[in-house]
């Protein structure tokens, strides 16, 4: 592909930014998901709405919140601004706003493995004395497996594809905040660069599509593990 340098400078800040903020967010999401699924508490119905109001508010407004609590004005941004954390107009925003967006879909996609495993499997173990951190992790930790890496890729791709947040919170900075997404939108706006968007497009689709035939593979091969280990 025929791509320049601010290009491919802006799939590889996207893959950065995907990729911390899915490793970011997976233990939290796995803890969030083991809790709807397991648990049942008072406020549960609260967390489950804050956990899922980012795929119902608009990306932009859910940018503009986060300008309003991390921006360098606001007392919270100025306090990591003081310990050298920079959230606005840093590429460290984007993960941030990214790792916001796709959490829902992460939990989704955990909660769903979660819920399918038979809580009397677990029990069983439990009555044998094992400790109950021993029966998540040798137990339902391989059971949910494929949950997890399709939790992960939903929010990878998410990530990957995040726009209307990212752009609001860090903007579209060359080099340092552009991620793939708004390097496409910087291209539509200029006459002529509907070629170069198109290009990127397909970059993006076949990035996306080698991350799911990826969590495809590795689910099947997790899924034949436990299988046989039946």
């Known amino acids: 592909m025929d791509l320049d340098a601010a290009a491919w ?28 699924a397991r648990k ?34 606001a007392p919270l941004g100025r306090l990591l601004e003081s310990l050298g ?18 959490f829902p879909l992460m939990v989704r996609a955990m909660r769903l493995a979660i819920e399918a495993v038979d809580p009397r499997i677990e029990a069983a173990a439990a009555t044998l004395g094992a400790p109950r951190i021993s029966v998540f992790c040798r137990v339902t930790l391989p059971l949910i497996f494929p949950g997890i890496l399709a939790g992960a890729v939903m929010g990878f791709a998410k990530a990957m594809g995040e726009f209307g947040a990212t752009i609001t919170f860090v903007a579209n900075i060359p080099g340092q905040t552009q991620t793939l997404p708004s390097a496409i939108w910087t291209a539509l706006q200029v006459p002529g660069g ?26 099947r091969r997790v899924a034949r593990r436990i299988s046989g280990a039946r």
């Not at 590889?12 to 083991?34: H, K």
């Not at 489950?48 to 940018?63: D, F, M, R, Y």
């Open 194 to 219: 509907e070629s170069r968007a198109l290009t990127m497009a397909a970059l993006a689709g076949l990035v996306a599509l080698a991350a799911v035939l990826l969590s495809e593979a590795l689910a």
């Open 85 to 102: 954390i920079g959230l606005a107009f840093h590429w460290t925003g984007a993960v941030l706003a990214a790792l916001i967006m796709s």
């Open 9 to 36: 400078a802006a799939l590889l800040l996207s893959l950065r930014v995907a990729t911390v903020a899915m490793l970011c967010s997976l233990p939290l999401a796995l803890w969030v998901a083991w809790l709807l």
């Open 40 to 73: 049942e508490f008072r406020g549960k119905g609260v967390l489950s709405a804050l956990v899922h109001l980012p795929l119902v508010l608009p990306p932009v407004v859910t940018g503009y919140l986060l300008l309003l609590s991390f921006g360098r004005n």
